[in-house]
T-cell receptor, first 113, second 114 residues
Framework: DSGVTQTPKHLITATGQRVTLRCSPRSGDLSVYWYQQSLDQGLQFLIQ???????AKGNILERFSAQQFPDLHSELNLSSLELGDSALYFCASSPAQGRTEAFFGQGTRLTVV | AQSVTQLGSHVSVSEGALVLLRCNYSSSVPPYLFWYVQYPNQGLQLLLKYTSAATLVKGINGFEAEFKKSETSFHLTKPSAHMSDAAEYFCAVSGASGTYKYIFGTGTRLKVLA
């Protein structure tokens, strides 16, 4: 158990819908990272927050947004969903920024039908 | 920009044989390097990390990796493969450009043959 909790574990939704994925980092970790894993794209970095502030952006679509709340949990919002958004979405946390390992949650498997 | 290249998307070894998974990195500043393992339907678990201390790093489950700056490599090895090592392995780099995001390679799926 990494200490990072992601909910829900599975999500099935229709095209055009909006979903919210939730991540609770390890106790004390200030950095939260979101990744998308798909068969054709591999592990793609989406976005990073550090203590509530956005610090880095990767290949995140404009239809996607995220935030980190004062209690350090984070949410990834995906809207106007398309079939191609079906993937495993991982959240990771670390105490610092990149100098130590990141701890990964079990992921949320999103299926868009 | 940082990047990681993993040579060989699939590697097969016999049980008891040496495991060698290759990782080359590109970084303009001293990198932090990591190997993660992913079992089916699970998240990524850290195997080992290099953070500029010893160049030979020992990890969990008998794995180790050697940081070679001259070759920009961080290959993962295990002397004797076990059936339970079958999984996907990812090399990752971080620590530069002020953003500290983790950049992952495309992964190597290890198959262990009985």
């Amino acid at each position: 158990d990494s200490g990072v909790t992601q909910t829900p574990k599975h999500l099935i939704t229709a095209t055009g819908q909006r979903v919210t994925l939730r991540c609770s980092p390890r106790s004390g970790d200030l950095s939260v990272y979101w990744y998308q894993q798909s068969l054709d794209q591999g592990l793609q970095f989406l976005i990073q927050y550090y203590n509530g502030e956005e610090r880095a952006k990767g290949n995140i679509l404009e239809r996607f947004s995220a935030q980190q709340f004062p209690d350090l949990h984070s949410e990834l919002n995906l809207s106007s969903l398309e079939l191609g958004d079906s993937a495993l979405y991982f959240c990771a946390s670390s105490p610092a920024q990149g100098r130590t390992e990141a701890f990964f949650g079990q992921g949320t498997r999103l299926t868009v039908v | 920009a940082q990047s990681v290249t993993q040579l060989g998307s699939h590697v097969s070894v016999s049980e008891g044989a040496l495991v060698l998974l290759r990782c080359n990195y590109s970084s303009s500043v001293p990198p932090y390097l990591f190997w993660y393992v992913q079992y089916p339907n699970q998240g990524l678990q850290l195997l080992l990390k290099y953070t500029s201390a010893a160049t030979l790093v020992k990890g969990i489950n008998g794995f180790e990796a050697e940081f070679k700056k001259s070759e920009t490599s961080f290959h993962l090895t295990k002397p004797s493969a076990h059936m339970s090592d079958a999984a996907e392995y990812f090399c990752a780099v971080s620590g530069a450009s002020g953003t500290y995001k983790y950049i992952f390679g495309t992964g190597t799926r290890l198959k262990v043959l009985a």
